[in-house]
């Protein structure tokens, strides 16, 4: 299952990764915002990644209008590598060099087409492993200090 969460100023962008997703037949499960209301992207995106650090949710997508400030509120959940993204060379490895649990996107900085590109290049990108996986385990380590 895919978390998904974002503010207002994404909401658009949101509902169509959702879309999309659920036409790939891929389960979703939506921790708002669900109107234009103006909201704290912090609220939304932290519930997404608690969802996925708990293992409730695989993975997460998250995305306000810069994509920065709900990158940085996911990050701060203990367990969670989420990437900001703007391309599909950075989705790609992310995936294979970070095994990143969760993705960010700016609804300002890249158009919907774009955007599900990206999505489906990171979710459809494998780990490598290996000298990476040490990588990873030192990054995230720096949580228990």
Known sequence: MIALACD???LDLKNAIKKHLEDL???T???????KDSCDYSDFGAYAAK??????????????????GISITANKVKGIRCALLSDVMSAR???????????ALGAGV??????LEIVD?????????GRHQRRIDKM???ENE
């Open 51 to 68: 969802a996925v650090a708990s293992g409730e949710c695989d993975r997460g997508i998250v995305c306000c209008t810069t994509g920065i």
């Open 8 to 10: 207002h100023g994404a």
């Open 140 to 142: 995230m380590a720096l």
């Open 25 to 27: 037949g891929l389960e």
């Open 93 to 103: 490895l992310t995936r294979q060099h970070n095994d990143t649990n969760m993705m």
């Open 110 to 115: 890249v158009g919907e087409k774009l955007a």
């Open 121 to 129: 290049t990171w979710l459809n990108t494998a780990f490598e492993g």
């Open 29 to 35: 499960k939506d921790f708002g915002t669900y109107t």
